[in-house]
Nanobody, 118 residues
Framework: QVQLVESGGGLVENGGSLRLSCAGS????MGWFRQAPGKEREFVAA????????NYADSVKGRFTISRDIAKNTAYLQMNSLNPEDTAVYYC???????????????WGQGTQVTVSS
């Protein structure tokens, strides 16, 4: 079973930046979801095993960038121009492809809190 460990969450001011990390135990496509209080978990971004394919939710395009270090089997989510609507618990996810990550992830991390103050 793939194990995912997230880090990098925290409190940031409106307009600020944060970078999340997700260390995995296997070479799979990886991605990020988020869940705000009272809302359903939603897809944020995904990246292929080789890092050559990326997908983003419309709400984060142009602000967030997903990347990965294959040697470290770690995915990153660079989040810029954060606003209070980005406040949520962010979860790392994995799957056989970016399409699988986006629709039916096979593994989840424990989540990391991101809070953007207004």
């Amino acid at each position: 079973q793939v194990q995912l460990v997230e880090s990098g969450g925290g409190l940031v001011e409106n307009g600020g930046s944060l970078r999340l990390s997700c260390a995995g135990s296997g070479l799979y496509a990886m991605g990020w979801f988020r869940q705000a209080p009272g809302k359903e978990r939603e897809f944020v971004a995904a990246i292929s095993r080789r890092g050559d394919i990326t997908n983003y939710a419309d709400s984060v395009k142009g602000r967030f960038t997903i990347s990965r270090d294959i040697a470290k089997n770690t995915a990153y989510l660079q989040m810029n121009s954060l606003n209070p609507e980005d406040t949520a618990v962010y979860y790392c996810a994995t799957g056989a492809s970016t399409a699988v990550v986006r629709t039916t992830p096979s593994g989840w991390g424990q989540g990391t809190q991101v809070t953007v103050s207004s």
